[in-house]
């Protein structure tokens, strides 16, 4: 049975922190304004926010989603920005949503890519490690909010980007964190959100092609964000839930994963990379990550 929703305008309000450079105290007042205009035209609240003009780094308590924190900095300020925490510790997370070509979900078929052919099985490896920039389609944040009757509703900011086929979709989550024969490997359904995803605004590609982007927020009661973690978020275009049943269906997934809480991460360079959070952010917007 699906699982209830609660409709987005009557979310509580929930804390985020961003980073964006902020240079001057106009640069300030911007974000200010366009803040208040965007949560004034959506009816959403905005009950506090801060800046750290030193760190870069600003503090939001409202109930807008981060998705459109992020879109209205970005554009109609023209000025990067990243998402640095949700919520408190463990309360957060997030899924890369891909599309899987039927030559991945082969080669990990045959044994992890036992191709005949080395340059083949080499490409094909590739989409086994990291994120391939040609197959992200979407993102999906989560957040778990303690509610007065002590239990927990987790609320669900999507965002698919880049799908050839338009409508409504789908999203449920799966009991396997396993996607490595895309989303077929997920295992059985644990949740299925029945608040359908829209996805028809025509997105502008070099190509041909048309592709589409669309986005849903609400929230689902009784849900912990801890129970989630290592499990898979799959989205489909077929009302059922059913993935890869027809020539028309459009499966996306990715494994959940714990994502920074409110003020837990203040990183101004990766670890990982040595790059800085501005170097990654081009990276994840070259990846089809645009609400990074």
């Not at 340059?119 to 007065?148: A, C, H, P, W, Y």
């Not at 396997?176 to 025509?202: A, Q």
């Amino acid at each position: 049975m699906p699982e209830s929703t609660v409709d987005a305008n009557s979310l509580p309000l929930f804390e985020a922190t961003y980073a964006t450079p902020m240079d001057c105290e106009s640069c300030i007042d911007s974000i200010k304004t366009n803040l208040h205009d965007t949560s004034k035209s959506a009816d959403y609240k905005i009950d506090d926010l801060k800046f750290d003009q030193n760190a870069n780094l600003f503090y939001l308590k409202s109930n807008i989603p981060p998705s459109m924190v992020l879109e209205t900095v970005t554009k109609n300020l023209g000025k990067d920005v990243v998402l640095r925490g949700t919520g408190g510790g463990g309360d957060g997370a997030v899924s890369i949503l891909e599309a899987f070509t039927e030559k991945y979900s082969a080669c990990a078929t045959a044994g992890r890519g036992a191709s005949n052919n080395p340059t083949e099985f080499q490409e094909m490896k590739k989409r086994f490690i990291g994120v391939n920039e040609n197959s992200v389609k979407g993102l999906v944040r989560m957040v778990s909010l303690d509610t007065s009757n002590n239990t927990s509703n987790t609320y669900f900011d999507i965002t698919v980007n880049g799908v050839d086929r338009p409508g409504l979709y789908y999203s449920s989550i799966h009991a396997n964190g396993d996607i490595s024969n895309g989303c077929l490997s997920t295992g059985p359904i644990l949740h299925k959100l029945d608040h359908p995803i829209k996805v028809v605004t025509p997105i502008n590609v070099s190509n041909d092609k048309k592709l589409y982007k669309g986005s849903a927020f609400f929230g689902v009661p009784n849900m912990n964000v801890g129970d989630l973690i290592g499990r898979s978020f799959v989205i489909t275009n077929n009302p059922n839930h059913e993935i890869g049943k027809s020539g028309d269906s459009v499966n996306i997934c990715g494994v959940i994963a714990r994502s920074a809480g409110i003020w837990e991460n203040d990183k101004q360079v990766c670890a990982c990379s040595g790059k800085t959070i501005w170097e990654e952010r081009k990276d994840a917007i070259k990846k089809n990550i645009d609400n990074y």
